[in-house]
């Protein structure tokens, strides 16, 4: 009878003991399915980009500004590269806002000097995901490209001694979450592909080494189109 009591007392214990155990391990693993879950730990990296622009640019993924050339717009020569880092999560959108430099909406430069001109932009960018230390994307014809600002719609008024009157000019607003994923590709054409002589690369450009898959970049054209949009998406690796 001792050694039946003993039996009855001992048996249900080992079950009790599983069951807890499987309760434990169940929560463990909700628990870590739910953080998981919340947070995007397993697709975010941080990302090192390498841009150079001729002259001014601003750096977006998945639709938030995660840096700006150093270099104001309103600096007249300004071609200075720039390393941004940043953390983000796949799959990435990134965004490149760029801006020729214009003296005013003319689209002009150096007005009422004997360099007057209507000038030319230009682009070049490459990331990479420092937690695998590859390239993920760099600038090229696949790129899309939306102009945001054109000047001078009429060219022959380069020679004008008052370009700000006779510059005819037209200038959109980007259009909301433009860099974010599923933005509306309305208007948008590829980007076009630029020699480093038709950009004229100088400066900053040369402090960078470049991806050879890397190109120059700009809407389809470098010269009347002074702020122009880019963008690309780049899935998880
Ligand atoms: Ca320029």
Same mark, same amino acid.
């Given at each position: 009878?001792?050694?039946?009591?003993?039996? /009855? !007392?001992?048996?249900?214990?080992?079950?009790?003991?599983?069951?807890?155990?499987?309760?434990?391990?169940?929560?463990?693993?909700?628990?870590?399915?739910?953080? $998981?879950? =919340?947070?995007?730990?397993?697709?975010?990296?941080?990302?090192? /980009?390498?841009?150079?622009?001729?002259?001014?640019?601003?750096?977006?993924?998945?639709? !938030? !500004?995660? =840096?700006?050339?150093?270099?104001?717009?309103?600096?007249?020569?300004?071609?200075?590269? $720039?390393?941004?880092?940043?953390?983000?999560?796949?799959?990435?959108?990134?965004?490149?806002?760029?801006?020729?430099?214009?003296?005013?909406?003319?689209?002009? $430069?150096?007005?009422?000097?004997?360099?007057?001109?209507?000038?030319?932009?230009?682009?070049?960018?490459?990331?990479?995901?420092?937690?695998?230390?590859?390239?993920?994307?760099? *600038?090229? =014809?696949?790129?899309?490209?939306?102009?945001?600002?054109?000047?001078?719609?009429?060219?022959?008024?380069?020679?004008?001694?008052?370009?700000?009157?006779?510059?005819?000019?037209? *200038?959109?607003?980007?259009?909301?979450?433009?860099?974010?994923?599923? /933005?509306?590709?309305?208007?948008?054409?590829?980007?076009?592909?630029?020699?480093?002589?038709?950009?004229?690369?100088?400066? =900053?450009?040369?402090?960078?080494?470049?991806?050879?898959? +890397?190109?120059?970049?700009?809407?389809?054209?470098?010269?009347?189109?002074?702020?122009?949009?880019?963008?690309?998406?780049? !899935? +998880?690796?």
């Amino acid at each position: 009878m001792l050694t039946c009591s003993y039996k /009855a !007392k001992r048996s249900p214990r080992p079950r009790y003991a599983v069951t807890l155990g499987l309760i434990l391990f169940a929560t463990t693993a909700m628990a870590s399915t739910s953080a $998981e879950a =919340g947070q995007p730990a397993a697709t975010t990296s941080t990302f090192t /980009a390498e841009v150079w622009a001729d002259n001014w640019f601003a750096l977006y993924a998945n639709g !938030k !500004k995660v =840096g700006e050339d150093s270099v104001p717009i309103t600096t007249e020569r300004s071609f200075n590269s $720039e390393t941004i880092t940043f953390t983000a999560s796949y799959p990435l959108t990134i965004g490149l806002m760029a801006k020729d430099y214009t003296e005013n909406a003319s689209g002009l $430069e150096y007005i009422g000097t004997d360099r007057q001109q209507i000038g030319d932009g230009g682009i070049i960018s490459q990331v990479r995901d420092n937690k695998t230390g590859k390239t993920i994307t760099v *600038t090229n =014809g696949s790129w899309k490209t939306l102009v945001l600002s054109k000047a001078p719609l009429n060219p022959s008024c380069v020679t004008s001694s008052n370009p700000i009157v006779d510059c005819k000019s037209s *200038t959109i607003t980007a259009p909301a979450n433009w860099s974010k994923a599923g /933005a509306s590709s309305k208007g948008w054409t590829n980007a076009t592909v630029y020699t480093p002589a038709q950009v004229g690369i100088k400066e =900053g450009y040369v402090m960078i080494t470049w991806n050879p898959a +890397a190109k120059l970049v700009w809407s389809s054209n470098l010269e009347l189109d002074n702020t122009v949009l880019l963008r690309t998406s780049v !899935k +998880a690796p």
